[in-house]
């Protein structure tokens, strides 16, 4: 199926595998590529060292096409780009909006750039910037995430922009992709459905916590780090709701302390990227600690498999998955699947 997603990056199927905090690494990523499809490392949780050598693994692993997602106000993220550029990286996936001189520095060097937005005005202003094209995650995505629902969100910015849309939040089957298509998508981004696979390497007990979920188990909270996160509902959520002020932040302070010796990024260097994360937005400081904390209640389930010590971020879609398929597998059928959902609706109308 070719779309303007395929084209622009070079892959065979409409369809991403998105940057997810030390889920997306590179066996997930590499399996993605080799399906057909395209896979985005995520480098947040990586140092800069770590970073090059993850982008080599993949090159090892396949020769298609795959991207890699930073966050865009990191203090580090000019290092970070130019070893996209160095080792041939296709595209570049921002978390947050990406600068216009970032964006015009990795389009002069051929990278395509696909910045993740949750709002129309981000996807016009990343749009008049030179960005290639937009994921649009709606509300019911994982992770952090908006409010508006991506049957609302998508339309509206696939009519805001002249650049290609990808459809994020709440796809995991080829009647989403087909549905995101006539919405104007070019394709369909998913995170929770490949954290679901057999390529994930993601522990088997955090693996089984999601497939036991309901779609009532999937709840957005703030108790994290202060900004709207969407995990499945357990035990630790809801002692973070219920815990006072003084003790989250001391359990903070210790977690950044443990991210800060695994990122590599000096304090100094943390405190910046606190500083961008505040400006022109209403935190506080010890929500952009809390921030920091983030990194290390993911990597406790999904590296460590402590389903009762981290959180588990996830879109409501893990309350209809109950499968582990192989990412080939998994691309096969969304697209099978697809074809079969529009020769049915091509035979309806003749
Ligand atoms: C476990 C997990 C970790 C995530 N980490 C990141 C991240 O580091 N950067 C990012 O841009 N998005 C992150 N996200 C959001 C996803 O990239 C994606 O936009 C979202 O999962 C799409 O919704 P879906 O889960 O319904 O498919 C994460 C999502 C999950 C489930």
């Not at 409010?147 to 089957?173: N, R, S, W, Y």
């Not at 002020?245 to 302070?253: E, K, S």
């Not at 443990?258 to 590599?264: A, K």
């Not at 904390?293 to 402590?306: F, I």
Request: charged share 20%; with cysteine.
């Amino acid at each position: 199926m070719e779309t303007a997603l395929t084209r622009l990056v070079g892959v065979r199927h409409p369809i991403v595998q998105t940057g997810m905090g030390w889920v997306a690494g590179p066996r997930l990523v590499s399996a993605t590529a080799n399906a057909g499809a395209l896979g985005i490392l995520a480098s947040a949780t990586m140092d800069t060292d770590r970073l090059r050598e993850a982008i080599r693994e993949v090159k090892s692993r396949t020769g298609a096409p795959f991207g890699v997602n930073l966050r865009a106000d990191a203090a580090d993220a000019g290092d970070r780009v130019r070893i996209m550029i160095e080792e041939g990286v296709r595209v570049a996936s921002f978390a947050l909006a990406p600068s216009a001189e970032l964006i015009a520095e990795l389009k002069e060097a051929g990278v395509v750039v696909i910045p993740s937005i949750g709002a129309r005005r981000h996807a016009e202003k990343v749009a008049a910037w030179g960005a290639d094209a937009v994921i649009v995650q709606g509300g019911e995505g994982g992770g952090h995430t908006g409010e508006v629902a991506t049957t609302v969100l998508l339309p509206q910015v696939v009519d805001a922009v002249d650049i290609p849309v990808v459809a994020a939040g709440g796809f995991f089957d080829g009647r989403g992709l087909v549905a995101a298509l006539a919405y104007g998508a070019a394709g369909v981004a998913m995170g929770t459905r490949f954290l679901l696979t057999s390529d994930s390497t993601v522990p088997d007990a955090v693996k089984a916590a999601y497939l036991a979920a309901t779609v009532k188990d999937v709840t957005v909270t703030r108790a994290v780090d202060g900004l709207p996160h969407r995990m499945l509902r357990t035990e630790l959520v809801d002692a973070l709701e219920h815990s006072g002020r003084a003790r989250t932040l001391l359990q903070a302070i210790h977690r950044a302390a443990g991210f800060r010796r695994l990122s590599g990024l000096t304090w100094p260097r943390m405190i910046r990227d606190g500083l961008a994360m505040k400006h022109g937005k209403e935190l506080t400081w010890s929500q952009v600690l809390l921030a920091a904390n983030t990194p290390m209640l993911l990597k406790a389930s999904m590296v460590d498999g402590r389903t009762d010590l981290g959180v588990m971020a996830s879109g409501q879609v893990a309350g209809v998955i109950d499968d582990l398929p192989s990412c080939a597998e998994l691309v096969a059928r969304v697209m099978k699947e697809a074809e079969e959902v529009l020769w049915t609706l091509v035979r309806a109308d003749s």
